[in-house]
């Protein structure tokens, strides 16, 4: 399995302010996906961002973006403008394309606790 | 929401009890995956099933086997259960087009 590293276990932010999640990980590949999920207190797993290797642009959606830095294997999410509702658990994830077996290797997680 | 339903919710089992829990999904998507989550771990994957009989070994697969006879069923076996598979179970599909997956709401167990 991929080695995938969040170094941060807890982080905390003020409402409204800006946050920024580290992950890196190791491969040796060139092709893969890598991903960020978001898991609030209801448990459920969700999808926030998702960027592929050979894409140089960073993946944004709304709030949310990345700074994809390949040849650093680094992959860290930007949350802006945080609300209340980002408190949750996020987990950064890498997909390897060559398999085809299209597995996830999970990091262990960053707990976000937006302050009002 | 992928059209992923897990059952049961929750399950309260003792050691060396069997159990099975089961992943359902609506919209024929070809891969399916079981991952556990920790403390400390985020996920993990069991197994996964590329296909109707096609099923495979993830990174923590000892003591689990699976099964699936049909597209939209994928189930998870405890032969016979212990307390170190206390954890939450996700079920996860791979949509083709994105190759993204999209998660089932979790199964809590609990093994006494």
């Known amino acids: 399995a991929q080695t995938v590293t969040q170094s941060q276990p807890e982080m905390s932010v003020q409402e409204a302010e800006t946050v920024t999640l580290s992950c890196t990980y190791d491969t040796s590949e060139n092709n893969y996906y890598l991903f960020w999920y978001k898991q609030p207190p209801s448990r459920q797993m969700i999808l926030v961002i998702r960027q592929e290797a050979y894409k140089q642009q960073n993946a944004t959606e709304n709030r949310f973006s990345v700074n994809f830095q390949k040849a650093a294997k680094s992959f860290s999410l930007k949350i802006s403008d945080s609300q209340l509702g980002d408190t949750a658990m996020y987990f950064c994830a890498f997909m390897k394309l060559k398999s085809n077996d299209y597995k996830l290797s999970f990091g262990a997680g960053t707990t976000v606790t937006v302050r009002a | 929401d992928a059209g992923i339903t897990q059952s049961p919710r929750h399950k309260v089992t003792e050691t060396g009890t069997p159990v099975t829990l089961r992943c359902h999904q609506t919209e024929n998507h070809r891969y399916m995956y079981w991952y556990r989550q920790d403390p400390g771990h985020g996920l993990r994957l069991i197994h996964y099933?590329?296909?109707?009989?096609?099923?495979d070994k993830g990174e923590v697969s000892d003591g689990y086997s699976v099964s699936r006879s049909k597209t939209e069923d994928f189930l998870l076996t405890l032969e016979s259960a212990t307390s170190s598979q206390t954890s939450v179970y996700f079920c996860a599909i791979k949509e083709e087009l994105s190759d993204t997956q999209y998660f089932g709401p979790g199964t809590r167990l609990t093994v006494l």
């Open positions: 099933s590329y296909g109707v009989k096609d099923t």
